[in-house]
């Protein structure tokens, strides 16, 4: 029997073929675990980080929807109403994947608070708040395809301390608050405001990471797929 050489061509390719099989698997999965699982119906960006952070690679297709409120309609019924009608509004675009979507209101004495029309609307937001407790109420929606929609009620309750005049419109003139459902940010500069929070911080944000995986379970999309890619710290 004879034996190749140990610089021949055939035994270089024998080599190599095993290391090519492996390198393709690995792309693969790599791009199985980055491929989007799911459709975010929201241009937030802070929504869109709360997704990466539990390592749900999405995609993004905004929700349009009139989002006024109805008459006598409560905040909980109306923050749920929302999230669902988003959902719903951007499933037939979504190409098959199920669609995530969520609403945030703050609420003080049993008014609902969201973003801010103008300055003056907002600076009111902030005296109100000011010094008071209040509720924020984040609604979570799922939708799919040939199943009904499902959704959860993240209910938490937040003190802010008394924030001066010059405070209210120094923090208004930052930006941060243009676009927040009561016109602060607790993830940003808002949060020197916050005296204390009984519970959901990501739910204040936006998007309660606890119910929203509880959702994204129930249609089989895992958390922390995509963090497998992710380069591992020392000491983490």
Not at 24 to 42: G, H, I, M, Q, W
């Amino acid at each position: 029997m004879s034996v190749a050489p140990p610089n021949d061509p055939a035994n270089t390719a024998a080599r190599a073929a095993p290391d090519e099989r492996r390198t393709a698997d690995e792309r693969a999965a790599a791009d199985e675990r980055t491929a989007p699982r799911v459709c975010l119906a929201s241009a937030s960006p802070r929504r869109r980080a709360l997704l990466d952070q539990i390592g749900v690679a999405h995609r993004v297709l905004p929700a349009h929807i009139d989002e006024s409120q109805h008459c006598g309609e409560s905040a909980r019924d109306y923050v749920e109403r929302m999230a669902r009608s988003k959902a719903l509004a951007v499933l037939p675009q979504a190409a098959a994947l199920p669609v995530l979507a969520a609403d945030t209101v703050v609420v003080l004495e049993g008014a609902a608070h969201g973003k801010p029309r103008d300055r003056a609307h907002g600076l009111a937001m902030l005296a109100a708040l000011s010094g008071h407790t209040h509720e924020v109420l984040t609604a979570v929606a799922i939708a799919r395809v040939g199943h009904p929609v499902r959704s959860r009620l993240s209910v938490s309750r937040v003190h802010m301390r008394v924030i001066s005049e010059s405070e209210r419109a120094a923090y208004w003139d930052s930006g941060e608050p243009h676009d927040k459902a009561g016109a602060y940010a607790i993830q940003g500069l808002g949060a020197v405001f916050i005296e204390w929070l009984q519970g959901s911080y990501s739910g204040v944000m936006g998007l309660p990471l606890y119910e929203t995986a509880k959702l994204l379970a129930h249609c089989g999309v895992p958390c922390w797929m995509s963090l497998e890619l992710a380069p591992r710290r020392q000491g983490t």
